[in-house]
């Protein structure tokens, strides 16, 4: 089976930037599905952050990280694909654990709901200190 492993969370100060990483674990082609970013803050639900289609399209960003948040993915020369999430003017309540989560459809769904992903990562922590 498929597994997702992100990468990149650490500390960091309020209006510092992180990007974080969502690979494959083996040689499955991220790149022909929706690719979603969640969150989960401690005693809260999990969060849609952002999701990037297989092609085409305009990712989808949750309003709450608009214009500090972007999402992308890349291919590398022996066709792994990863996608990123690039944080940028990070705050206190940005503080969650991370997850990439793989929908097995090409395009994004109308809504980020973590039921409409079928594979999840194990997550990376994130902590903006103030």
């Known amino acids: 089976d498929v597994q997702l492993v992100e990468s990149g969370g650490g500390l960091v100060q309020a209006g510092g930037s992180l990007r974080l990483s969502c690979e494959a674990s083996a040689l499955f082609g991220l790149d022909v599905y929706a690719i979603g970013w969640f969150r989960q803050a401690p005693g809260k639900e999990r969060e849609g952050v952002s999701c990037?289609?297989?092609?085409?399209?305009?990712?989808?960003?949750?309003e709450s990280v608009r214009g500090r948040f972007t999402i992308s993915r890349a291919t590398s020369d022996n066709a792994k694909s990863t996608v990123y999430l690039q944080m940028n003017s990070l705050k206190p309540e940005d503080t969650a654990v991370y997850y990439c989560?793989?929908?097995?459809?090409?395009?994004?769904?109308?809504?980020?709901?973590?039921?409409?992903?079928?594979?999840w990562g194990q997550g990376t922590q994130v902590t903006v200190s103030s």
């Open positions: 989560a793989l929908d097995l459809e090409r395009l994004c769904a109308k809504n980020l709901w973590p039921d409409d992903y079928d594979v």
């Open positions: 990037i289609s297989s092609s085409g399209g305009p990712p989808k960003i949750a």
